[in-house]
């Protein structure tokens, strides 16, 4: 069960956070969220190929475990530009969230597609303030990706070397360059060719 910090004192019945009730006023806010970037990165670190296409050289049983992923946590956030890319697929998933970064005002909320906004704190204390999800995927692109590790708010980074080397693309941090203290946990090559490798990012 999902912990909460709750910011306010006075006791009285509120609801907030898609119907938990707080049992006092005011927001709900998940504090213990995990926050787990995910990524398929080439040999070379690159994520997708310089045209957007982060899919065509992936190892399909890697795909296949990612979204499985997505669906078990709930939810996933994800760059405007890639949602748009891979929009069929992302509509796809099955009683997933789908959180949307832009700053256009255009974008309207559907019932499974929530528009972000702002930097990637504000952003992420959006998500906290008004979903009781339990950990959030971080799917990209390259630049929600270096956004949100140089504010440090990766918590854990799990990313699947494929056996490619792409030669030029799409940086696994875009046009950021953050620095990231990473402890192992785990290394898994159950699908033939892919390396995962799974860190805690030590803060």
């Known amino acids: 069960m999902t912990r909460f910090f709750v910011r306010t004192l006075w006791p009285q019945k509120t609801e907030s956070c898609h119907g938990c009730l707080t049992g006092i006023i005011g927001l709900c806010y998940n504090e213990f969220m995990k926050i787990t970037m995910q990524p398929a990165i080439s040999l070379d670190g690159y ?8 899919s065509s050289w992936v190892n399909p049983a890697d795909e296949e475990r990612y979204n499985q992923e997505v669906e078990r946590c709930g939810c996933v956030l994800v760059g405007r530009t890639t949602y748009q890319e891979y929009k069929d697929g992302f509509d796809s998933y099955k009683n997933v969230t789908i959180f949307v970064c832009t700053n256009n005002e255009a974008y309207t909320d559907t019932d499974t597609v929530k528009y972000v906004k702002g930097n990637a ?18 799917c990209g692109g390259g630049e929600v990706n270096g956004m949100l590790a140089e504010a440090s708010l990766i918590d854990e980074l799990v990313v699947s070397i494929q056996p490619v080397v792409l030669g030029q693309g799409i940086p696994l941090f875009g046009s950021f360059k953050p620095a990231l203290k990473l402890k192992l946990i785990s290394v898994n090559q159950d699908i033939e060719g892919v390396t995962q490798n799974h860190y805690q990012v030590i803060k």
């Open 121 to 138: 704190s504000e952003i992420i204390d959006s998500i906290k303030n008004n979903y009781d999800f339990s950990e959030l995927v971080v």
């Open 47 to 54: 994520i997708a190929l310089p045209g957007g296409d982060s």
